[in-house]
């Protein structure tokens, strides 16, 4: 049974779609799980559905639905600051740094995030990245496990198969609710999924109901 589980991954709603019915599955077993969430996503370009945001209230709305997401989930949160669309900018030695302090406070014993360049957008690659030096700057005693998550269409032929698949289905219902409380990018990023089905939740279903994970070696 895991100590404390840490989650650093760069948006709100990131948790939602990789990773919300692991994290509901650790809730069950009592395992206090924290949320490092890198910005608030005001650069993203869904608005709702019909369009309830603009360019001006999307920060807000954003750090509201990340709140709500984060209440379903029962895990705390910790919203570092950083400016969404950015992170690839920044000198990944401060972010690192920056994360590796907030590790060493929490002591956890597994930290999920992005698999760096295997996870799409820049943001995602460049926190992966961060936070995977963060850990390894840890104390090699005191190191918790990472679990990477990698998205592209191409993981399997360039780095193989995950170690690590969980089934989610008993833990679908809390997913889809973490997923509906980002009520402004829901829509966009399911209709972006799959485009014929009209249904949230079959969408859910059926895209979304196993949660993979790599588990980082620290000594390749």
Known sequence: MEKHVVVILP????????AAG??????EEGVPVTYLCGTLGEMGRNMGNPTFATRETLPKIRKEELIAACKVLDIELNM?????KTLEFEAR????????????KIEPSLVITHYPDHAVHPDHNAFGAAAIEAVRLMDAEKRPKVWA??????RVEDIGEADISI?????????????MAHTSQASGVLGSINQVAADMEEI??????????YTWNFNK
Do not use: M
């Open 11 to 18: 948006h709100p709603d990131d948790e939602a779609f990789g």
């Open 80 to 84: 570092l600051g950083y400016r969404d």
């Open 149 to 154: 998550q990698a998205i592209t269409n191409t």
């Open 204 to 213: 859910v279903k059926k895209n979304l109901s196993v949660e993979q994970f």
């Open 22 to 27: 692991t994290i509901a599955r650790f809730r």
């Open 93 to 104: 030695e401060e972010v690192a740094k920056d994360l590796l302090a907030r590790l060493e």
């Open 167 to 179: 089934d989610i289905t008993p833990f679908f219902e809390k997913k889809l609710a973490t997923i």
